[in-house]
């Protein structure tokens, strides 16, 4: 068995519900989005605040993703797009190659202004939402568009390439991914138990997978060929994305576990979730076992965000590294902190 994850740094910042938590590309920054309008960059190495940024209204962020785009200019920053639950889509650029100086120090409270952001959907909340390079694609319920990015003199534009509209009625889109090198999209219907394979420069369907069960939860692997998935009858189950089948293997919840909320992939075969008792099981993969279970004690989680790290664990095995926003039980020891806060855990054994 792999090395067991333990927790390396406890995060604080967000003064509400921390809504989104995910890394960077590259895996050495960590960024949460939170109820009281912070966008925090986290060092995912040291625990230590990279960026904040305060967003001019208020709104929650329920989904977040990285894109980047070719450009003429030099050290161009990351950018990150958020949709938010009044039905607006903001991009932010952030360069999280660069930590603020203390000369930013004195004024990283001040409310920022995104590069670009305009309302999509008709206003309606995102259900889903995936980026590949400057390509991003969103759902509202069963209704998906695929927009690209572009930065012109400074400018962002978002320009909607396809729309592709729902066979169902009353339909939910509860996953969007992107798949061979974002040739294709990944679009799984909740309770139609349908998952389709879109052309990404088209908007056709290409093929389409009829499920036993509803898709709640979808989670793709880090390489890329898996697809996992999560029903209330049977647990979590394998979705080979090449051969676009069910496969046999199941990674099947203890008994007593309640229904799963959220997962996340760490590494090429270990995969995060959690349940309503708010326990954090991890899997592998590839073998369907249960490698560790850590029983709640922290707090309600919200979400969960993994990335494989650089380097092998001390057995050779592929290693990563998994961040859950937690809120504090109520009567626990505060320390005069927030009850909101990130919990990163690391296979131990690594180095950085």
């Not at 394979?197 to 997978?209: A, P, S, Y």
């Not at 089948?245 to 099947?252: A, K």
């Not at 075969?269 to 369907?288: F, R, V």
């Amino acid at each position: 068995m792999n090395p067991p994850y333990t927790v390396e740094h406890k995060l604080y910042g967000h003064s509400a519900a921390i809504t989104t938590v995910l890394f960077s590309p590259s895996g050495d920054s960590i960024l949460s989005c939170g109820e009281d309008g912070n966008i925090f960059v986290w060092d995912a190495t040291t625990g230590l605040e990279i960026h904040r940024l305060r967003i001019q209204t208020p709104a929650c962020c329920n989904l977040a993703t990285w894109i980047s785009w070719d450009s003429n200019e030099s050290n161009t920053p990351s950018a990150l797009v958020c949709a938010y639950d009044n039905g607006t889509i903001a991009l932010w650029s952030i360069d999280i190659a660069r930590p603020r100086s203390l000369a930013t120090d004195l004024d990283h409270e001040s409310r920022s202004a995104p590069k670009a952001s305009f309302i999509p959907h008709q206003g309606k909340s995102l259900s889903a939402m995936a980026s590949h390079n400057n390509r991003v694609a969103t759902a509202a319920r069963g209704e998906v568009h695929l927009y690209s990015v572009a930065s012109v003199d400074g400018n962002v534009f978002f320009s909607l390439r396809w729309s592709l509209l729902s066979q169902f009625s009353g339909s939910i889109v509860s996953h969007l991914s992107f798949f061979k090198n974002g040739d294709i999209i990944n679009v799984s219907y909740m309770y139609e138990k349908t998952l389709l394979e879109i052309d990404t420069f088209t908007g056709k369907e290409l093929r389409r997978l009829l499920l036993p069960y509803t898709i709640g939860l979808a989670i793709p692997s880090n390489v890329g060929d898996q697809l996992i998935i999560y029903n209330t009858k049977t647990g979590l189950n394998v979705i080979d994305l090449l051969l676009f089948e069910l496969t046999d293997l199941s990674l099947p919840l203890p008994l007593v576990t309640r229904p799963a909320i959220c997962g996340a992939c760490c590494d090429a075969s270990t995969i995060i979730t959690h349940d309503e008792d708010q326990n954090i099981y991890i899997w592998d993969s590839s073998s369907g076992i249960l490698q560790q279970t850590i029983h709640s004690c922290y707090g309600t989680i919200s979400c969960i965000a993994g990335k494989e790290l650089n380097g092998r664990s001390p057995t050779g095995a592929s290693k990563g590294q998994f961040a859950v926003a937690f809120k504090r039980p109520a009567g626990a020891p505060s320390s005069g902190k927030t009850p909101h806060y990130l919990l990163i855990w690391t296979q131990e054994g690594k180095s950085h």
